[in-house]
């Protein structure tokens, strides 16, 4: 199954009580299914220090600010390497929890309308090491087969 993830665009947002900040909407597309977040920069961060403990050299856009960080150019550069981070994310193989935990995506719901989702892995709390989806749904039918019985 095919995933594709974008940032089509952005929003700043004034608060009275808040400094302004930008919002990337991300737009993700899973068969039939899409899902649209808004996500800061500061959670981009953190994803990239999860993912990037186990998946080195993906490219991330620099904290550093040199100009305005409200400066739609700025914006728009920042939005454009944020997506290709996105990108290679979702090119890794398989695609790391991390990312649709951040994202807000239940996996064993789109493994229940995807049959085909072969590259989503599970972590249980009683492994450290990925489980194929697959084969932890073969397991836990088989677990309610037996209990059946």
Same mark, same amino acid.
């Given at each position: 199954?095919?995933?594709?993830?974008?940032?089509?665009?952005?929003?700043?947002?004034?608060?009275?009580?808040?400094?302004?900040?930008?919002?990337?909407?991300?737009?993700?597309?899973?068969?039939?299914?899409?899902?649209?977040?808004?996500?800061?920069?500061?959670?981009?961060?953190?994803?990239?220090?999860?993912?990037?403990?186990? $998946?080195?050299?993906? /490219?991330? !856009?620099?904290?550093?600010?040199?100009?305005?960080?409200?400066?739609? =150019?700025?914006? *728009?550069?920042?939005?454009?390497?944020?997506?290709?981070?996105?990108?290679?994310?979702?090119?890794?193989?398989?695609?790391?929890?991390?990312?649709?935990?951040?994202?807000?995506?239940?996996?064993?719901?789109?493994?229940?309308?995807?049959?085909?989702?072969?590259?989503?892995?599970?972590?249980?709390? $009683?492994?450290?090491? /990925?489980? !194929?989806?697959?084969?932890?749904?073969?397991?836990?039918?088989?677990? =309610?087969?037996? *209990?059946?019985?």
């Amino acid at each position: 199954m095919k995933v594709d993830i974008s940032i089509p665009s952005w929003y700043t947002k004034t608060s009275d009580t808040e400094k302004s900040f930008t919002q990337y909407e991300v737009q993700i597309e899973i068969g039939e299914d899409r899902y649209t977040r808004k996500i800061r920069y500061s959670a981009f961060r953190d994803l990239h220090k999860k993912i990037s403990a186990k $998946h080195k050299n993906l /490219p991330f !856009p620099t904290r550093r600010i040199v100009t305005n960080n409200q400066h739609p =150019r700025f914006i *728009e550069s920042r939005r454009v390497l944020l997506e290709e981070f996105l990108q290679e994310v979702v090119a890794l193989q398989p695609i790391p929890q991390t990312l649709w935990s951040y994202l807000d995506i239940d996996t064993a719901e789109l493994k229940r309308k995807h049959s085909k989702l072969p590259d989503m892995c599970v972590v249980t709390d $009683h492994c450290s090491h /990925p489980v !194929p989806a697959p084969v932890l749904m073969g397991v836990c039918n088989g677990i =309610r087969l037996l *209990e059946n019985c």
